[in-house]
């Protein structure tokens, strides 16, 4: 079987630390898919707001996840407390890529991810250009 093979960029521009609730734990009594993916996106909007932005308004229009990939690394559980580092992929005039980079305590990697947004006028219901203001912001 095919695997994804993610290669995080080592340019980190933001990390967070988030604990791991016990609503978090699946019946595996580790975390789900789901609570990985909700603290990553966690940390995505700690990000914009640590720029200035937020999911809705990037300078003008929001954002919308196209896509998103997660290769996990080790097993999350309750209590531990997860390093989550952002770096900014490929940038194009419609939208941007974001690597994530999961740590536990003890500095194991436990999961890297990859996501793919595009800038989106909620209004008009279409796609957006990325804003000046905000390229500037993903490239700092």
């Known amino acids: 079987m095919a695997r994804i093979k993610i290669k995080v960029p080592e340019d980190f521009k933001f990390e967070v630390s988030l604990p ?15 609570a990985l993916i909700a603290l990553l996106h966690e940390a995505r909007v700690q990000w914009l707001a640590m720029g200035g932005f937020s999911e809705l308004n990037v300078g003008g229009p929001g954002i919308i996840m196209a896509a998103i990939a997660v290769q996990y690394k080790a097993e999350i559980f309750y209590g531990d407390i997860l390093k989550i ?14 690597y994530y980079m999961v740590t536990n305590k003890s500095q194991q990697e436990v999961a890297k991810a990859i996501s793919d947004f595009g800038c989106f006028d909620h209004g008009q ?13 993903l490239q700092e």
């Open 20 to 34: 791991v609730r016990i609503t978090d734990l699946n019946y595996g009594n580790h975390v789900g898919n789901d």
């Open 85 to 98: 580092k952002i770096a900014v992929g490929e940038i194009s005039n419609s939208g941007f890529q974001l």
């Open 125 to 137: 219901h279409k796609i957006a250009l990325v804003p000046e203001g905000f390229i500037r912001f």
